[in-house]
Nanobody, 114 residues
């Protein structure tokens, strides 16, 4: 499946952004869709994911501030990011897991200014 991430941008600390990850086909067949991020000079970090049954999991660093959801009709997953902090600055990527297959989107830049 091809994934297109969008919605990144520049926001002040305390602000909000919503990222989208649009899939090229139905997401009903996808076991888990996730969000990751890579900050400058750091390793890629798991942010959270949503399962086929709509269960969600979050990294401790974003829990309570970020929310993952999906719109099956639009084949799209979302990452609502509130109370953004400068340390949330990173390129955000989405992925989709179907059995042994893992597909990645191209990433979208999020920059949080202090």
């Amino acid at each position: 499946v091809q994934l297109q991430a969008s919605g990144g941008g520049l926001v002040q600390a305390g602000g909000s952004l919503r990222l989208s990850c649009a899939a090229s086909r139905s997401i009903l067949s996808i076991t888990v869709m996730g969000w990751y991020r890579r900050a400058p000079g750091k390793e890629r970090e798991w942010v959270g994911d949503i399962s086929r049954s709509s269960g969600t999991n979050y990294a401790d660093s974003v829990k309570g501030r970020f929310t993952i959801s999906r719109d099956i009709a639009k084949n799209t997953m979302y990452l609502q990011m509130n109370s953004l902090k400068p340390e949330d600055t990173a390129v955000y990527y989405c992925n989709a897991v179907r059995g042994p297959l893992v597909d990645w989107g191209q990433g979208t830049q999020v920059t949080v200014s202090s």
